[in-house]
């Protein structure tokens, strides 16, 4: 809950501008939730924790730090136009 106790916050984050091309660069410059993959036998919770904590240094192992609001489906960006790098 925001700090007044009445509303809802959201975490975003800038992705790194990529220096090279390959899978990493299609999320390159974009504005994301932190994420990243669950760890074998991760549920999909702990990995959310686990990915705050390295990408942002935010603790959600605690009980009661975040509710869980439900799920995005992932989307892909679109590819860039022929002949233009990304």
């Known amino acids: ?7 809802l916050e959201a975490l975003f984050i800038l992705r790194a501008a990529a220096r090279h091309r390959g899978a990493a660069a299609r999320w390159s410059g974009q504005v994301a939730f932190p994420g990243g993959h669950t760890e074998a036998g991760e549920s999909d919770h702990d990995a959310v924790a686990r990915e705050c904590l390295e990408e942002v240094g935010l603790r959600l192992q605690d009980e009661g730090a975040y509710r869980f609001l439900g799920s995005v489906r992932e989307r892909l960006p679109p590819p860039p136009p022929r002949g233009l790098a990304p």
């Open 1 to 7: 809950a925001a700090a007044d106790g009445r509303g």
